[in-house]
């Protein structure tokens, strides 16, 4: 975009302009060393890009996909450091015809079904199972067609697709579940084995799963309570891909996680991504893919759901509008991406919008035993102050930061016999996604909002009691921006594959009591 600040030159700047070449001039008249300095440099530069188009390139990106599926299901990965089989296995698919011919091999063999000799099912699923296989301490085959029912049974009638028919793939047309043993730490997953989409731009594929046959060994919960997670989360991953299966892997994964918990509510296996979630690592942007935080963003998905929890059927129809926005059966245009069909169910079901619901929800990690409503029961953990301060009279402080895209910091202010605070706001321009938000936390325990509008420039000036029945004042700044440049021509962790556009930019607020 260009700067229009910079479009008109004023006789300074020709004057700085006419200096600086002159100059130029000069040092290449009286340096020989130097313009060796600057090839050497240029040379540099374009090894560097020539490195960069390379990483994202389809041969380069599908060669670094085949490692990561085979990463994901070698017995040599550490539990810890197993990726995400469901993820691995979909980018592999999706940049296989950029395989050579004995890496597409491997990697048809890393996609292959199981082969079981026993199956049971209903009028849509197909559980194929070894009985030798499953373990007696573990569950039986007819629970796990009962989970499967169940949960396929209520995402269909709370208005999602089923999955699509696989044709006489596993025997007929209904979706094939596989119970196969497992390597730790791997739950389960889901892929497809669809040689070629329907029309092109059509991401709408059929789906095949697989969920461990008896959970041994896994720290938490019974083997059965795992198996009714994973197959909650598994199933909603096959269902996702009856809308698309190149959708962003943070939603993907985050939805999917925030499924277990509507389904099994009382399992709450999903507590142990909030470790590593935008709660506790509020300035990693809540759209990037890596590690197991995209599986901690369920918390986000919760927190709206909590909001707006009108039902289609027995589930929040809010997440169901999302993965309609983000539906590819209908073609390239209509298709969206996660946070723009984030964004566009948001406003139709709350006429509200995505960045006013993160810096919502950046204020209620502050408060997540309020905010939520199992906060309490599973002990959320609380978001982390990124600074504070108690100030006296005619004190002044000043709390800065730098935020990416969909981050946030929050900085507190504690009164010493003080009434006012007055605070200054110094953000990014409003059109990166700049917010603000001030809490007040009163001494009887109740608590006032206030969203700060910045203007044009990013700035504002707001004055607040501060004293006397005001206990303290937090501050959280917000980059709410979803704005990215080179979407789906990269291989970035973000929305659309995207670079974020709005990112590293400053925050800052200014107080002073009186």
Request: with cysteine.
């Amino acid at each position: 975009m260009p700067n229009p600040r910079s479009a008109r030159r004023t006789p300074a700047l020709l004057l700085a302009a006419v200096v600086a070449s002159t100059c130029a001039l000069l040092a290449t008249m009286l340096s020989t060393p130097a313009q060796a300095s600057n090839a050497a440099s240029g040379a540099v530069a374009v090894t560097a890009s020539k490195k960069v188009a390379k990483q994202h390139s389809r041969e380069f990106r599908a060669r670094h996909a085949l490692a990561r599926a085979q990463k994901a299901f070698s017995p040599a990965t550490p539990a810890a450091e197993r990726p995400d089989a469901t993820l691995a296995l979909r980018n592999l698919w999706l940049l296989r015809d950029s395989l050579s011919g004995a890496d597409r091999a491997a990697a048809d063999k890393l996609a292959a079904r199981p082969s079981k000799p026993a199956v049971v099912g209903d009028a849509n699923i197909l559980v194929h199972y070894d009985p030798l296989e499953l373990s007696p301490t573990g569950y039986t085959v007819d629970q796990a067609l009962a989970s499967l029912t169940y949960v396929a049974d209520t995402y269909a009638a709370s208005g999602y697709r089923r999955p699509k028919t696989d044709g006489t793939k596993g025997g007929d047309g209904r979706i094939d579940i596989y119970l196969d043993s497992l390597e730790p730490g791997l739950y389960g997953y889901c892929t497809t084995d669809q040689k070629k989409l329907k029309k092109p731009g059509h991401y709408d594929v059929w789906a095949y799963c697989v969920l461990d046959n008896d959970y041994a060994g896994f720290p938490s919960h019974t083997p059965l309570q795992n198996l009714q997670v994973t197959a909650a989360h598994e199933y909603y991953h096959a269902t996702q891909f009856a809308y698309d299966i190149a959708d962003d892997g943070w939603f993907l994964e985050a939805t999917a996680t925030w499924a277990e918990d509507e389904l099994f509510d009382d399992v709450n296996d999903n507590v142990q991504y909030l470790r590593d979630s935008p709660i506790t690592h509020p300035s990693k942007p809540i759209d990037k893919f890596g590690g197991v935080f995209h599986y901690g963003v369920w918390n986000f998905f919760r927190y709206l759901s909590e909001l707006y929890p009108a039902e289609t059927g027995t589930m929040p129809g809010l997440l169901l509008k999302m993965w309609q926005e983000a539906d590819s059966s209908k073609g390239p245009r209509k298709d969206k991406y996660s946070t723009e069909a984030i964004d566009k169910a948001l406003k139709k079901v709350g006429k509200v919008r995505l960045g006013e619901m993160f810096a919502s929800y950046s204020v209620a990690t502050r408060l997540s035993h309020v905010a939520f409503n199992e906060g309490v029961e599973q002990n959320y953990p609380v978001k982390q102050l990124a600074g504070s301060v108690t100030l006296a009279p005619k004190k002044k402080k000043k709390f800065k930061a730098k935020l990416d895209h969909l981050t946030s910091s929050t900085f507190q202010f504690v009164p010493s016999g003080t009434k006012k605070l007055k605070l200054r706001f110094d953000m990014a321009p409003k059109s990166t996604g700049a917010r603000a938000v001030v809490v007040s936390y009163n001494t009887d325990g109740s608590i006032s909002v206030k969203n700060v509008k910045v203007n044009a420039r990013g700035k504002a000036s707001k004055k607040f009691v501060f004293g006397g029945t005001v206990a303290a004042i937090e501050v959280t700044l917000v980059n709410s921006s979803t704005r990215y440049r080179d979407c789906f021509k990269r291989s970035t962790p973000y929305s659309c594959s995207g670079r974020a556009i709005d990112d590293n930019l400053r925050a800052m607020v200014r107080a002073q009591a009186s």
